[in-house]
């Protein structure tokens, strides 16, 4: 007896692979079966994808900051969220095709207020520790709102991991006033004005 599911995926991969030309059935019925068995995996994908989602937390931020890890390959995320402070998250590696596709879609975010999806996930490397992994991005468009000086040089501090030279620097080097309120793209130059190593 057919499985249920498999019937399904089969004629899901039959309508995909579309109709039959007279006299090529073992081409066709090979073309159906790979499609099928990509149906398969990709659900598979899917559902685990999904189920990522159904536990991850979720929470408004503005991404300020988008840089590769170079060790891990990963992408890491610099985010202010709705109290002014700053989050540091990461993605799936970048040598695999999520990863690489999460970082390319939050390098096009930055500067935006986002809907935040990450889980807390343990290291492969070290099973007692864990990261904060980003795993969806919902975009909210473009943060038009100001931040306050105090707020802005705290959070280019908080990213130069307090090393007020550094700070300083950044926020010289991004061209950003003395005095008065900074816009998100703004305080994005300035962070993008960090070393590599104080933003890890």
């Not at 790979?34 to 159904?54: E, F, K, P």
């Not at 402070?85 to 990461?90: A, K, P, V, Y």
Request: aromatic share 2%; charged share 25%; proline share 4%.
């Amino acid at each position: 007896m057919v499985n249920p599911r498999d019937l399904e995926l089969t004629l899901a991969a039959a309508r995909a692979v579309g109709p039959c030309p007279p006299g090529e059935e073992a081409s066709w019925t090979e073309q159906v079966r790979a499609r099928a068995v990509h149906l398969y995996t990709l659900a598979d994908t899917v559902g685990q994808d999904l189920q990522r989602l159904d536990t991850a937390k979720q929470f408004t931020a503005t991404l300020l900051s988008v840089r590769i890890e170079s060790t891990s390959t990963r992408g890491l995320l610099v985010v202010r969220n709705t109290s002014g402070e700053l989050e540091r998250l990461r993605t799936d590696r970048g040598d695999t095709d999520a990863g690489r596709a999460m970082i390319e879609r939050a390098r096009a975010l930055v500067g935006h207020r986002l809907r935040v999806y990450r889980l807390n996930e343990q290291m492969a490397s070290n099973a007692k520790l864990q990261v904060r992994t980003v795993v969806h991005l919902a975009d909210h468009g473009p943060d038009t709102d100001p931040v306050h000086e105090h707020s802005a040089k705290e959070n280019v501090l908080a990213a130069a991991e307090g090393d007020k030279e550094s700070a300083r620097q950044a926020w010289l080097d991004a061209g950003l006033p003395e005095t008065g309120s900074v816009t998100v793209r703004q305080l994005a130059e300035a962070l993008a004005q960090l070393p590599v190593a104080d933003m890890l």
